[in-house]
């Protein structure tokens, strides 16, 4: 049997509520709000963030592949997989790969895994995440929300066995982008429904229904990709089923998260199942993919990092608008005092790989304090050139002291900055995120999270910072 053995999810700390975009323009807006990446996030950031939540109990240096699906990586001629397998410090022996350009990218990934398990891989992690933009005043822009979901697929430990998929290819133009386009375009509604996700949604359940004999009241939960809120409901109970049996659709709390979409609904469909129920996932982008799984007794015994309950309830809802505008580079503001920062060295950063992207130290194998950046001297018993490698990822840790910096290069002033001490050794002056200042304290508990530090010469440069526990 192939199926899902852990599973995980990430959604940004900040909320931009739409009645703002009422505000700003003066009509209506959808209700609730939606999730949105702060401007040290993007799709490959969030796509680490929802593997760690979902690795929590399987190594990273087991899996033997690392799939990216995603429509807005930050590269169109460099691979985004070998950054998020790099980050959480898988083996160089890992089979990475990027699935992209549609948004069915996350359910492609997730049958090619299978596909994988099948042949002999043990552990395929399947990352899923987005951040597209919607144009000012649109409705993209109030449907669109940013996040991620992650997935395991093996044969062991099973949390959810497939027992069938069924994929519907249909070449109908409906909403696109090319590389020169910063925003979405799309046909009118009726055509993408009434030629498009309608009849290929139909045809994909339909078929899949006929080969294995179930009907719509055999199904726990429908996990269904869908424009709309009114669509995914119209849809669902137009074949048959119950509006109990619809997952939420995250529309009023986190908007429409592409490729991730539906895996991040499957997520939290996940969280909340039983051992037996079954579960339906449908995607749609150029046609539809549909995986039909079965829930384990391995489902009890489980539990990501977060989860999507716990990360929707984690949130900050002060963003303004004009700042959403200024993180998504559609609104100028005049440049910080400071010059932005050079172009980075590719051969520093393959130098320092390991440091900069799976963030290591070292620990002094005669004492055992942890030291970061890595040492050669170490500061407790002075011993030279008696050090191991030390990963700090996952290791909380204290504010000792911090400065509110006004004057840095930023798309957020002010910028703070922090010494953190983490637990059983090691102290890092680094960059806090997704913090209010006026809240920031000594003695603070904080956690690292891998970000975004600044692009420049095309080039984007990461590195991970600290932010007030989730």
Known sequence: MVGITAYGA????????RRRLAEAFGEPSLPGEKAVANYDEDSVTMAVEA???CLTGIRPRDLDGVYFATTTPPYV???SATTIAAALDTTDLVRTADFTSTLRAGSTALLSAADAVKSGARHV???AADCRLGAARGQHEQLFGDGAAALVIGRENLLAEIEGSCTVAGDVLTQWRDVTDRFVRAWEDRFVITRGYGPLVTKALTTLAGRLKITPGEISKLVLYAPSPRYQAGTALSLGFEQ?????GLFSTVGLTGTAHAPLMLAAALEQAAPGDRILMVTFGEGVDAVLLRVTDNIKKFAPKHGVSKLLQSKKTSLSYQ???RWKGMLDFEPPKRPEPDRPSAPAMWRNNKKILAFYGSR?????????????????????DAMEPYCFADINARITTYTIDYLTFSQ???TVFAVIDFEGGGRLLCEMTDCEPAKVAIGMEVETTFRKLFKAGGIHNYYWKARPKR
């Not at 002094?364 to 030279?384: E, L, S």
């Open 51 to 53: 593997a760690r939540d």
């Open 244 to 248: 109990s049996q619809i997952e939420d």
């Open 77 to 79: 001629e460099k691979q």
């Open 10 to 17: 990430y959604i940004p700390f900040n909320r931009l509520e």
């Open 323 to 325: 700042n959403y505008l």
């Open 412 to 414: 957020d002033p002010p």
């Open 125 to 127: 992690l399947v990352a």
């Open 364 to 384: 002094c194998t005669r004492c055992g304090t942890p030291q970061i950046p890595a040492q050669r001297v170490c500061v407790h018993c002075q011993a030279k």
